[in-house]
């Protein structure tokens, strides 16, 4: 049975230098060292408890300034239109993000980040911890797709305008 409809109430808010997508890093590695927070709505703020043991933690995130979406796309990292599923283009039909970030310090309800490839204002809906060896079995072969040549461009690549209405 497919559910219609789904509704999520943001947590928070993530807060970056970004005001703009436009010269956005587009992945966190191209993001070291650039600073953000999170201001987490304080009625959550008790489940932050023990996540400050942890050295990177998963955003799970709205894309808020996302407009419609297309099946395929033609990513930041290739010249090419792929399928919206074999990238991480925001242009999606369910405009949800995904960033590993560094988990910096955490006081009160705010949590500091770093290598932040979000827009300011954007709407947090989860937080996990990063856990590698959840994701990944050692000896477990890994095929990265198209990408196998290109992602080491993610360090520089910034966001154009190809994704703004």
Request: negative net charge.
């Amino acid at each position: 049975m497919l559910i219609d409809e789904i509704i999520y109430k943001p947590i928070g808010t993530i807060h970056s230098p970004f005001k703009n997508l436009e010269g956005m890093p587009i992945q966190p590695i191209g993001a070291r060292g650039v600073e953000g927070e999170i201001q987490l709505d304080e009625k959550y703020e008790e489940g932050l408890k023990d996540l400050e043991g942890f050295s990177h933690i998963i955003l799970i995130y709205h894309l808020h300034l996302s407009k419609g979406y297309s099946l395929q796309v033609k990513p930041f990292l290739d010249t090419v239109k792929r399928g919206i599923f074999a990238t991480r283009a925001p242009k999606r039909p369910n405009a949800i993000g995904m960033s590993v970030v560094c988990l910096d310090k955490i006081e009160g309800s705010t949590v500091y980040i770093s290598n932040v490839d979000v827009v300011d204002g954007t709407p947090l809906l989860d937080i996990k911890p990063y856990i590698p060896n959840f994701d990944k079995c050692k000896g477990e072969e890994l095929r990265i797709g198209w990408f196998e040549d290109k992602h080491e461009n993610a360090n520089h690549k910034k966001s154009d305008d190809r994704f703004i209405d």
